[in-house]
DNA sequence: TTGTAGGCGTTATCAG
DNA sequence: CTGATAACGCCTACAA
């Protein structure tokens, strides 16, 4: 590989002045710019990205902190952090951790360890804390969660409005009674879906019940444990609104095993519009998550804050409905 | 941030010294290294991996090209790369290349250029001396696809048996009248599959016939189309293999759509298992794509190219059958 | 076993 | 406008 020296020389001049041509500087005569481009095609020169970093003391690239990356919603994420990162010749260095704390504690150390000039972080595990202290060591920002302390630097989804909008779809389509599969208690979005929901029954006079509600762990699995634990109970019900589209399948599935009709004898609505929401049977009618404009934000927002960009910001995302055909007229 | 002489300083020893407790050789005094570790913690002292690449002309990075980051296979494909690199603490950098041979070049000069020790490689656009120029340049490991130049760091599937064992399943169930929609026949992956269901047919003295055969390209609309196609011509047939999920995922609403039962009606396997498959209804069986292995091998062959480690390696994958509920017995 | 000195390829400062 | 020269932080012969 050529480097600054050699092309100085077959150049003519010196290395100053061809780092200056290579850095786009006016200050460089004309004539010698033109030698200079010419010996870096002649060498086929490429600058030493690793040189470079150790000189001006930035990478250029941005560590990128996902829970598991096998899954669509973080694929939508990454691509949309990539490809906007990329168009301004950034690197993205990726890490996954696992929704464990001491895994993505170790993923951060790891991205850090690599000199990363900023995070995107999609964390699960870290508390309130641990994202402020390393916010000081350098810039962050934080997708789908929303730390007060660090609000500039969040990009969330308005889950409260998109649980209430679940359920308002529901009730204008007739239904009263409404069950409700909700993720874990402490999940901070999980409840703020739920809260939604409650809101969308309160508003319509229709009184909220624990018997209507059973606590998942968004997995496929729990919409099956939690409609079998629903239909147990006794209760009636003609929808159901489940937190993801995951719990939502795992429900689809279970109930045609019970021998109910979709949507005729139950509706349902799912959460998050992530792929399989298409291909489920009926396609089911999901509140959609923006994860791919969330990811270029987050993006954006480290470009505005380590490289001087200047990209409009926005924090808080509407969660739509996206209609198909999981749910029937009462 | 400390830097390495700041530790030699207050351990009062030189900073090769330093280095060598570092670097982890043997040869220095246990009282040296005892105060050098202290120095090290009291400071928080991190090595500049940068400073370190310099010197060593090495990054500890690998660069990954792949299609697109939002589809089911890639995650897993990326989730096995990061988990085994980063356990031998290798960062992954990350490019996508939209299926584009002008993306795609781009994406790895990107690469080349942050100085990647090697590259994974998923393409498609790439010509076969397109990747062999490249190995000339950098250690490359290529997944899902064949180059003979380079048999040593490939890591594909056996498309061809993947394509038999679809169709004798079908065949064993009794269906002798089988329509196939393929992949493009521009992919040698497609052509393989198609073989092997060709090779099934032949086996059972069934003829294989144009007839019974739609070109698509992979994607959701082409399962819907080819069907309806299919079901257009002067044809019977009973069952139908789709050259992947999506299409296959296509095939069965369209079928839905057109009043046929599943699987009563039309029996349907498709091939890849992406997620999916889980999720339609009925279940799909499909032919599996172990791609979470291939990543893992495609990465183990990087560790042992440039990190002189020493996995075993294996470079052709069985594509298993994995049975749910979309054949009929007829 | 330990320390000194030079090099890795750039950028940046400061004279000229 | 151009060219020495000193960082940047670490590694590694080589010498002591």
New interface residues.
Partial sequence: MATIYQVAERAGVSLSTVSRVLNGRKTVNAQLREKVEKAVQELNY?P????R??ANNR?D?IGVLVA?????F???M??AI??TL?AQ?K??????GHNDLAKELD?VE?L????CDALILHSEAMSDKDLVKLQSRLPISIINRHVPELHEACFCLDNEAGGYRATRHLIAKGHRNIAYISGPACKADAMQRLAGHKRALQEAGIAFSDAFHFEGRFK?EDGIEGLKTLLARDIEFTALVCANDWMA?GA??CA?DLGLRLPEDLSIVGFDDV??A????P?LTSVCNPI?QMGEMAAKCILNKVYNQKHQLQHLYDAELVLRDSVNLV
Avoid: C, W
């Fill in positions: 490429r030493s990205s690793v040189a970093s150790l990478t690239s598991e990356l096998h899954t669509p973080f694929g939508e990454m691509q990539e490809m990329r010749d690197h993205v260095i990726i890490s996954v993923a790891f850090i360890s690599r000199n496929e399948s689809m599935s045609r792929v399989i298409h291909h489920v049977y396609k791919y």
